[in-house]
Nanobody
Framework: VQLQASGGGLVQPGGSLRLSCVVS????????MGWFRRTPGKEREFVAATNWSGRTTHYTDSAKGRFTISSDNAKNTIYLQMNNLQAEDTAVYYC??????????????????WGQGTLVTVSS
């Protein structure tokens, strides 16, 4: 399985970005997926997750109401729509596939394949 993340960039506070993650090697309809982010000097942290059907989603508290995770099975791609971005959202964002039989959705060790990361910088 390979994941290719894109869509990061520089945005002003209050702005929006949409991240994409193209999955190859396995159909997205068979995968639970997640987005994580890492800022310098910190552990990678959970942002959002979706199950294989897209009907169940989870968000970290800071993302609720601002970020939306979605998927397009025809394109084998997941997205993270990020609105009202703030400076504290500045990070490298990673997409990942959740392990089969994982019991948690918000911890790194429950994810096995990772994209290379895309940098989001929120600054005026």
């Amino acid at each position: 399985v390979q994941l290719q993340a894109s869509g990061g960039g520089l945005v002003q506070p209050g702005g929006s970005l949409r991240l994409s993650c193209v999955v190859s090697g396995r159909p997205l309809s068979a995968l639970d997926m997640g987005w994580f982010r890492r800022t310098p000097g910190k552990e990678r942290e959970f942002v959002a997750a979706t199950n294989w059907s897209g009907r169940t989603t989870h968000y970290t508290d800071s993302a609720k109401g601002r970020f939306t995770i979605s998927s397009d099975n025809a394109k084998n791609t997941i997205y993270l729509q990020m609105n009202n971005l703030q400076a504290e959202d500045t990070a490298v964002y990673y997409c990942a596939t959740r392990r089969r039989f994982a019991t948690a959705y918000d911890v790194e060790y429950e994810y096995d394949y990772w994209g290379q990361g895309t940098l989001v910088t929120v600054s005026s």
